[in-house]
């Protein structure tokens, strides 16, 4: 099932609607301006098209921009809850995977991050919930939207991921002498799928990937509803 950019608006008192592909300048300056504080400051590449990005996160992008309701002015915020597979307790579900949320600094004293959810919360399904991650250091997200304030998702944390972005080892280990690098080709396809699939299995949230006439894709169990036995990410 196929779910595209429907036409519309999120006014800024604020209903919401999906953003088009037009707002995709829009988007992109809004996230240039709004870089993720912490140690090291962040901002996660766009340029030049953020939708064809927002497809490579998510199989299914679901995108919604915030803007005046005059139509003057900027976007004022942006967010994508699109629709992934990954495996869930050894199954192959589609889970909404909630990122990419932006506001512009000059909204960011007001009711847009309540209403932000509110409209959130009429998208899902009942029971569904969200996966989605926050740095460790990002204070203003984690005083904010994962606070567990009133009228805010309520997180389950589920694990934490260690991104080493600078590597200092100043010596190389040795590889064994039975094993080899080199660099793969459309031959190794089918094993490699079978290895993410193996592992994937063994993990939660991992993401489920099989390449295109590589065997058969496990059966998908649904989207992510109803209790389970692993603390889920963010529900309402």
């Known amino acids: 099932m196929s779910r595209r950019y429907r036409p519309g608006r999120w006014r800024c008192e604020l209903p919401y609607s999906p953003g088009p592909e037009e707002d995709n300048g829009a988007i992109l300056s809004l996230l240039q301006g709004t870089p993720q504080a912490g140690a090291v400051t962040l901002n996660f590449e766009r340029n030049p098209d953020y939708f064809r990005g927002a497809r490579v996160t998510c199989e299914e992008p679901d995108v919604w921009v915030a803007e005046p309701r005059d139509g003057q002015g900027q976007i004022g915020a942006v967010y994508n809850v699109g629709w992934r597979h990954v495996w869930v307790n050894g199954q192959v579900r589609s889970v909404r995977y909630a990122h990419d949320l932006r506001i512009a600094p000059q909204y960011r004293n007001g009711m847009i991050l309540h209403r932000l959810f509110r409209q959130l919360r009429q998208q899902l399904s009942d029971g569904e ?35 080493s972005m600078l590597y200092t080892r100043a010596r190389r280990r040795r590889l064994p002498d039975d094993v080899v690098i080199r660099q793969t080709g459309e031959a190794d396809l089918d094993a490699i799928s079978q290895l993410l699939r193996y592992q994937g299995a063994q993990k939660q949230f991992f993401p489920y990937w099989m390449c295109p006439g590589c065997g058969v894709m496990p059966t998908v169990t649904g989207s992510a509803r109803g209790t389970l036995s692993v603390s889920g990410s963010v529900a309402f």
Do not use: C, K
């Open 129 to 163: 919930w969200m996966q989605t991650t926050v740095l460790h250091d990002n204070l203003a997200s984690l005083s904010t939207v994962a606070s567990g304030r009133a009228g805010l998702p309520t997180y389950y944390p589920s694990g934490t991921i260690e991104t």
